[in-house]
Every structure is written in C-alpha cells, then in structure tokens.
C-alpha cells in the first residue's frame, strides 16, 4: 500500500513522497525503507530524526516529527481515548 492510498484509508493528512510503497510496520529502531513507524512520544519523535522508516505516522494532536530526508510523514487524526479505525473495502 502506498503512503497515499493509506492516508486516504485512515482520513489522515501526509508529507512527503506519497508513492512510498509501504510492506510493513515496525518500530523505529528496526523500521526499514518500506517500514511505517509510529511516533507517540517526545522521546519516540526525537527518535523519528534518525529512523530509516519509509514513513512516520504520529497522531494529531501529538509531537512534532522531524523525518529524515528520506520519509513521509503521516498525521492520522485519532484520539487516545477511543481510537476509531475506518472500515476498508
């Protein structure tokens, strides 16, 4: 799935190459060029700067994310308290 097409699925907003094809998620320590990585945290976003993740999702509001040159950056619009996921398909 590419960046773009999963924004779309996830009402979410995005940075970045929309034509990153996306194959797996991971943190973001391991996280790999078809990688997305969650960024949760202060401490997880200053992380983000270093990660080879294809893409960096965080949700909005959250922490600021600065990726690398090489990331997308995607703003999924959920909240902590109930996360809502949108039906695919």
């Known amino acids: 799935m590419r960046v773009r097409e999963l924004a779309q699925w996830l009402a979410a ?5 929309g034509e990153t094809e ?3 998620v991971a943190t973001l320590e391991a996280a790999g060029a078809g990688d997305l990585a969650f960024v949760g945290t202060r ?12 893409c960096l999702a965080r949700g909005a509001p959250g922490p600021q994310v600065r990726p690398s040159p090489l990331s997308s950056r995607l703003v999924w619009p959920f909240t902590w308290g109930g996360m809502r996921f949108p039906r695919y398909g």
């Open 22 to 24: 996306l194959t797996g």
């Open 13 to 17: 907003t995005f940075e970045g190459d």
């Open 43 to 54: 401490k997880a976003a200053q992380q983000a700067e270093s990660s080879a993740a294809g």
